[in-house]
């Protein structure tokens, strides 16, 4: 005879099982084996895949671990350095596929970032029923929003923002004078 070990719970709660799939095995004394956990790059694209469920981008900085110590960052990075042929290893077309699917890009990495934050900026911005201050340790959607628009004002100061990136963050509502703290 097999038990039925604790698990059934958290699978019933994340939408695993049924209460009726849950009361089938308890009656017919079936033991609940949960997945292994995934290893190697099904691991990370895990980590990927629900860091992009939770924030809605992968603009994942290098350095970043996730709770439990994985790191995710890095990891990015190196699927990245082996689609541009950087390092040693290959993407397949499916992983590649995949990566785009939750959010991947690979070249043009400033740009891209840039129109990002752009977006994001517009987004929280709208948001607000009035003018805010966004100070540095300003979070929008779990990304420091506060320390890239100081990295942005400072290259205001310093007039190395393009006329172009003026443009962008003007039309996305954000004001000088008004947004700095």
């Known amino acids: 005879m097999f038990r039925w070990i604790h698990k059934q719970k958290k699978l019933q709660k994340n939408g695993m099982l049924s209460p009726y799939q849950t009361a089938r095995l308890e009656a017919m004394k079936i033991l609940c084996i949960t997945p292994k956990q995934v290893s ?11 860091y992009f469920e939770e924030n809605g981008y992968l603009f994942v900085p290098k350095k970043y671990t996730a709770p439990d110590g994985f790191e995710l960052g890095k990891w990015i990075w190196e ?21 785009e699917e939750i959010g991947m890009f690979w070249k043009d990495l400033k740009n891209a970032e840039w129109d990002w934050f752009v977006g994001l900026l517009r987004e929280c911005i709208g948001k607000t029923e009035k003018p805010f201050v966004i100070g540095k340790s300003y979070r929008y959607k779990s990304y420091a929003l506060g320390e890239k628009v100081s990295e942005v004002i400072k290259q205001y100061a ?24």
């Open 40 to 50: 190697g790059w099904n691991q990370g694209y895990q980590y990927a895949k629900q």
């Open 79 to 99: 699927q990245r350095e082996k689609y541009l042929g950087l390092s040693g290893g290959k993407l397949s077309d499916n992983k590649i596929d995949m990566l």
């Open 158 to 181: 310093e007039g190395s923002l393009t006329a172009e990136q003026e443009r962008n963050l003007r039309q996305a509502g954000f004001k000088f004078n008004r947004h700095i703290k």
